[in-house]
């Protein structure tokens, strides 16, 4: 009787990553469901010129993240270190696999003082414009694309090559600013 007085736990609502098609072999459970299976974030760090795979970027648990209090602040973080966080999204054409969304958000990082500066809102509809096939680079620096551009080369050229010419073009030195 003493469990009953106790109150219960709230159940938390989770955020379900669903692998391939969400509808397949169930009549209704997923349905509108959100599959993340083609995006995969990447971390430009221009600074030390390299690019990588970041899966824990997904949650925002990324090792550059972790042990970092961020705010929309970006005094907070002065001092800090730059990064990219890309969103590439894959899709498959008549020529096979190709980086069909590329997204960039801004991301600082301040060791020292253990803080950054990130917009949240902004890494999660810039994910949602690169699983809707977008690509958006424009705000990213020149020393930032070409790294960029020569991950997502050596990741895989020909996903390189079967990818829309905005990618080359958005990526290359030359590439326009607004």
Known sequence: MADEQQPKPKQ????????????DGHKGFGIGSLSLENVTPVMVD???ELASIEIGAMHAKSDIERGIKFTTNREDSEGGKLYWLVWVTI???????????VTSCEMIVNR???RGYKLLADHVNLMDKSMKRRIIVDNMDEKSKKILAGFLKEHNEQMWNNSEPKLHIDLSESSPHL
Request: aromatic share 14%.
């Open 12 to 23: 938390k609502l989770g955020f379900t990553i669903i692998k391939n098609d969400p509808t």
């Open 112 to 114: 020292e003082k253990r």
């Open 46 to 48: 221009s600074e030390e």
């Open 91 to 101: 899709d498959f054409n008549e020529n096979g696999p190709y980086y069909a969304g």
